[in-house]
């Protein structure tokens, strides 16, 4: 049996990836399950989902924990050992980040994979959704499943234009993960990360959360209060200038500010990692 963790963050399509790969092994004539793992549905917040792979029925229900392979769709999760934790020696994890799979700090008996699914998926979709970037770099460099079962598998979730745009995604990533490499630390710092926590309330800063970041042109900026009344987080504050200013530890990137400033004044700029 081939157990996959797959780790992302709510709004990057982790759990609609686990149905993918779960329906690809379907179309390869095998047995599979997928799990999703999460609290509340909550754009930014970490989750975790599981995908199971056999050619004999499946009659496992509980949570995968000891994956073959780790899947990371955050560039931030990327950098936490804990989405390397318990995965079986000779493992694979892979990673989305700009980095080499040589330069990770990741540790233990495992192999190492990256790619930049991120700018893949900007530049594919026009959106940081980054499930079906980091698909292609999954079949590349596992075997596990055909990368056309794959793409059949898109089509069946995204009919038409947008099935094809995710198709794009996952050819490039296809062509341009690296690795993997054996990890070159063997034992990682004695420190605690929990990746199934549910955001502001249960943590006082979500900042790690953003992809992209909101920038206020306070030229442009007529202090309508737009955004600061469409903000879920009540990430931002109204200064003595008029002028909205971002409160960074409960802002999680989710870009609805800059979607309803009428005038343009919020740009969403991408974090560098």
């Known amino acids: 049996m ?16 686990s149905r993918i ?3 690809a092994a379907y179309e ?10 999460y609290g509340t549905e909550r754009r930014g917040a970490p989750l975790t989902a ?31 050992q804990a989405v390397a934790d ?47 970037a980091i698909l292609g770099a999954f079949v590349k460099v596992t075997g596990v499943l055909k990368v056309e079962s794959i793409n059949k ?24 993960v690296k690795g993997p490499v054996q990890a070159k630390f063997k034992e990682a710092p004695k420190i605690k990360v929990d990746l199934d926590v549910g955001g ?8 790690s959360w953003r992809v992209f970041t909101p920038k206020v042109d306070e030229a442009k900026c007529t202090g309508c209060k737009t955004c600061w009344i469409f903000c879920p987080e009540n990430a931002l504050e109204w200064g003595e200038d008029k002028k ?3 409160v960074s530890r409960v802002c999680k990137g989710c870009g609805v500010c800059a979607n309803e400033c009428p005038v343009k004044a919020i740009e969403m700029v991408r974090v560098e990692i």
């Open 200 to 207: 502001y309330g249960v943590l006082k800063d979500v900042s």
């Open 21 to 23: 790969l779960a329906t």
């Open 244 to 246: 909205p200013h971002m």
């Open 86 to 132: 318990s995965v079986k020696p000779g493992g694979v994890v892979l990673l989305n980040t700009p980095m080499k799979p040589e330069d990770s700090k990741l540790a233990g008996d495992i192999k190492i994979a990256t790619v930049d699914a991120t700018s893949i998926a900007l530049e594919t979709l026009g959106r940081p959704i980054t499930n079906t």
């Open 28 to 37: 390869e004539g095998k047995y599979s399950q997928a799990i999703p793992m």
């Open 50 to 80: 599981y995908v199971r792979i056999d050619d004999t029925r499946v009659r496992e229900r509980e949570l995968v924990h000891a994956p073959d392979y780790s899947l990371c769709m955050d560039p931030l999760l990327s950098q936490q």
């Open 2 to 17: 081939i157990e996959i963790r797959l780790h992302g963050r709510g709004g990057q399509g982790a759990v609609t990836a």
């Open 153 to 176: 598998a898109i089509l069946k979730y995204y009919p038409g234009r947008i099935g094809e745009m995710n198709i794009a995604a996952v050819k490039k990533s296809y062509e341009l």
